[in-house]
């Protein structure tokens, strides 16, 4: 009989579970940021932590609603669990910036194309490939423009291995360096 297709559901994210990301500029390979993420707090709808010195907010099903460079407010859903290779969706939000102003609404369209082998720093891992497609518009002036986020999300990391974000100019490459879950 055929394997079972691969299904992710919201992974049980715990209190001192943490992560390291190291991102990129694409062309250069330039190391753009190296950000450190530990769970201080788990509610029944969002996860608390520190983000490099700051705090961090995000929803049970991984969302990322608030970091010290900004804050994300509407349906923010780059994941959508339960996961699974065919799975679509749309989303929309907007993000203010904290560390430089900005302000932009942003559309998705969404798509789980494949569940693959991803190797990163902190190892490889099966993953769920979901690429995004969007739109934005700024919110201050004229400004508007597309991009297009593809999110590798790996069950056993309780999160995104692997993101590559590309918007034209700006493009980025963010890998997990380096991981502890608790058991």
Do not use: C, H
């Not at 983000?51 to 859903?77: C, H, I, M, W």
């Not at 100019?169 to 502890?180: A, D, G, H, I, P």
């Amino acid at each position: 009989s055929p394997a079972p297709l691969p299904r992710a559901d919201v992974p049980a994210i715990k209190v001192g579970d943490s992560w390291r990301w190291i991102r990129s500029d694409r062309r250069t390979g330039q190391q753009e940021a190296d950000t450190l993420r530990t769970v201080k707090s788990v509610s029944a709808t969002t996860i608390e932590g520190e983000e490099n010195g700051g705090g961090y907010v995000q929803s049970t099903s991984l969302a990322l609603l608030e970091t010290p460079e900004f804050k994300r407010s509407g349906d923010v859903r780059f994941l959508d669990f339960p996961l699974e290779v065919g799975k679509k969706w749309s989303f929309a939000f907007t993000q203010a910036g904290k560390t430089r102003p900005y302000e932009r609404r942003w559309q998705y369209d969404t798509e789980v194309v494949a569940y693959e082998k991803v190797k990163v720093p902190a190892g490889e891992f099966d993953a769920f490939k979901i690429v995004s497609k969007g739109f934005w518009n700024s919110l201050r002036d004229k400004n508007s423009g597309s991009g297009t986020t593809i999110n590798w999300y790996a069950p056993a990391a309780r999160g995104v291995v692997k993101t590559e974000y590309d918007e034209g100019r700006n493009s980025t490459t963010t890998v997990l360096s380096e991981m502890q879950l608790q058991p």
